[in-house]
């Protein structure tokens, strides 16, 4: 199986700025899209950023110009750059993955445990 471990998270004024992490362990063959959701309370879980694996970037509205996402995709991992906070980006966020298994070669859909992301005014 592939895991995700998500580090990075906190409390932070708004304007401010986090960076989260995100590895994927286990039998990786590859990596078909990673990236990063979140949801806030009341809310359904929404897509903030993932990238495909030709590192094509698909960012929401409400974020773009201010997050940020890098990959080593040697490593298996992907980061979160989140500039010029805001309020409203509050939510636990949460790292995806569709993976190809390197044990069964199938397609894998894979969720890291969330970290919450608190912006206080």
């Known amino acids: 199986q592939v895991q995700l471990v998500v580090s990075g998270g906190g409390l932070v004024q708004a304007g401010g700025s986090l960076r989260l992490s995100c590895a994927a362990s286990?039998?990786?063959?590859?990596?078909?899209?990673m990236g990063w959701y979140r949801q806030a309370p009341g809310e359904q879980r929404g897509m903030v950023a993932v990238?495909?694996?030709?590192?094509?970037?698909n960012y929401a509205d409400s974020v773009k110009g201010r997050f940020t996402i890098s990959r080593d995709v040697a490593k298996n991992t992907m980061w979160l750059q989140m500039n010029s906070l805001k309020p409203e980006d509050t939510a636990v966020y949460y790292c995806?993955?569709?993976?190809?298994?390197?044990?069964?070669?199938?397609?894998?859909?894979?969720w890291g445990q969330g970290t919450q992301v608190t912006v206080s005014s």
């Open positions: 995806y993955a569709n993976v190809v298994s390197g044990v069964t070669y199938r397609t894998l859909e894979s």
């Open positions: 286990g039998s990786v063959f590859t990596i078909n899209a």
């Open positions: 990238s495909d694996r030709n590192g094509y970037i």
